[in-house]
């Protein structure tokens, strides 16, 4: 398999946690994709994932798969243990409520506020092949959606280990990922969500976390 990556973008980094926690990052081969310098818009990479985004799990009979989301649902099926979608039914619609949840109420709202504001996005608001321009209430929407967010977070948190309970799965890894993406416009968890932060150092300490 080969995985094409970005290290400083946050979409791939859920991947790329979610392949650690199933003890394959090291096996497969990882090739960085320079979003800064507009690689993936360039006719090589779009000959691999025409949506012109990453990251992308190329399966070794060649097929790829061009989301964060499917490639959780690829590694579940592929590599059953340990779970990150929980094990019984209920357990399976819960995390992905949860994560679901999570992706469009604050990693989209970042989304939305990043890229309708910063100058190097300027002609790009979305990601993808198609040029869209910045509208700045669009940021501001986004900001007051992700800080809303926030103020909630401490209570979906709660005093479980995890988000979905004992055990940790996409639903932590999105939402891990989203509290880094929060500081890239300069918004942090409340200073009093002891939950939320006594949630956040435990998730950051897995070794996954830094891959």
Not at 19 to 35: C, R
Not at 108 to 132: F, P, S, V
Not at 154 to 163: A, E, Q, Y
Request: net charge negative; glycine share 8%; hydrophobic share 40%.
């Amino acid at each position: 398999m080969k995985f094409y990556d970005c290290s400083t973008a946050p979409s791939p980094r859920r991947a790329r946690i979610a392949l650690a926690e199933k003890g394959l990052l090291d096996e497969i081969e990882v090739i960085d994709v320079n979003l800064r310098e507009g690689e993936q818009r360039k006719p090589e990479f779009a000959a691999i994932n025409p949506y012109l985004t990453v990251p992308v799990l190329e399966l070794d009979d060649g097929r790829r798969i061009t989301s964060s989301t499917g490639i959780f649902h690829y590694l579940e099926a592929a590599v059953p243990e340990p779970p990150l979608m929980g094990r019984t039914p209920a357990e399976k619609g819960l995390v992905g409520d949860l994560e679901w949840r999570i992706e469009m109420d604050g990693f989209m709202a970042i989304g939305e506020c990043l890229r309708n504001t910063a100058r190097g996005m300027a002609g790009r608001a979305m990601t993808g092949k198609y040029d869209y321009e910045q509208i700045p209430e669009l940021a501001a929407r986004g900001r007051l959606r992700l800080e809303r967010f926030f103020d909630g977070f401490d209570g979906l948190v709660g005093d479980k280990p995890f988000l979905a309970g004992d055990d940790y799965t996409i639903a932590d890894i999105t939402a891990l990922v989203m509290v880094d993406f929060a500081k890239w416009i300069k918004v942090a968890l409340p200073e009093d969500a002891a939950n939320a932060r006594r949630w956040y150092d435990e998730v950051s300490s897995r070794p996954s976390a830094g891959r």
